[in-house]
């Protein structure tokens, strides 16, 4: 099992990237996705997911209508579209995957026992 993100960059504040988690392993319509992010000197924070049938997605508060989390079946892949960043956005961000049968809808919660991590790609947001 793999979760390898990329997409992560430097890029000035009010700019767009997007984020993708690409799965081996196992099918992300079995798993709910989510991201996390931590930042320099910060404990890790959660900060969207969607679920194994794609219909729920979380967005924590502080990204909420800027970033949108969606999914591809067929490439087997999680994307984060962060719009409109902020140099508060700046972190290393990370997937994570729990299987459906573990979970109802999905967590942002790091203590909930996710199953597989990414080692993360990171974000710099300049001013």
């Known amino acids: 099992v793999q979760l390898v993100e990329s997409g992560g960059g430097l890029v000035q504040a009010g700019g767009s990237l997007r984020l993708s988690c690409a799965v081996s392993?196992?099918?992300?319509?079995?798993?709910?996705i989510s991201w996390f992010r931590q930042a320099p000197g910060k404990e890790r924070e959660g900060v969207s997911c969607?679920?194994?049938?794609?219909?729920?997605?979380w967005y924590e508060d502080p990204v909420k209508g800027r970033f949108t989390i969606s999914r591809d079946e067929a490439k087997n892949a999680v994307y984060l579209q962060m719009n409109s960043l902020k140099p508060d956005d700046t972190a290393v961000y990370y997937c994570?995957?729990?299987?459906?049968?573990?979970?109802?809808?999905?967590?942002?919660?790091?203590?909930?026992?996710?199953?597989?991590w990414g080692k993360g790609t990171p974000v710099t947001v300049s001013s």
């Open positions: 994570a995957a729990i299987r459906q049968e573990w979970i109802v809808g999905c967590t942002t919660d790091d203590h909930y026992g996710l199953e597989y």
């Open positions: 392993g196992f099918a992300v319509a079995n798993y709910a």
């Open positions: 969607i679920s194994a049938s794609g219909s729920v997605k």
